[in-house]
């Protein structure tokens, strides 16, 4: 009672029904696995997009302001709370008469960005800058 191993190779015509679920229920703990990171993806991509509107906007504030030949009073502080509807903008320009720690003969330019992410998070960036004082 030998067995052919060729015979039994060939008798074999395809995959049984079991190996096709537990080759699915495999799949599906893969699936499963990378649902999180899919999560956390989207919520990165969302973020980020709120980063790069921030900077825009202060990058906006940043070019209008070096276009004033003067600032006037010192210190300067405008907020403006609708800008795209999420975003508010916080500009405060100082020189040395209102802080000793600036050099004389420059302004310093602060704009700050604040907003509320969709996780109900406040978020904000700030930027400073420089700009001479005309002579």
Do not use: H
């Amino acid at each position: 009672m030998k067995r052919n191993l060729s015979g039994c190779l060939r008798n074999q015509k395809g995959i049984t029904l079991l190996e096709v679920m537990i080759s699915m229920l495999i799949l599906g703990f893969g699936v499963l696995g990378l649902a999180p990171m899919l999560v956390v993806s989207m919520f990165g991509n969302s973020y980020s997009n709120q980063v790069t509107v921030a900077d825009a906007i202060a990058l906006d504030r940043f070019e209008e302001i070096e276009t004033w030949p003067l600032v006037s009073p010192i210190p300067y502080t405008q907020t403006v709370n609708t800008v795209q509807n999420i975003f508010t903008r916080q500009t405060q320009i100082d020189d040395s008469s209102s802080d000793a720690s600036i050099p004389a003969g420059v302004y310093r330019i602060e704009v700050t960005v604040t907003w509320t992410d969709q996780q109900e998070v406040p978020r904000s960036v700030s930027y400073f800058s420089y700009k001479a004082k005309p002579y």
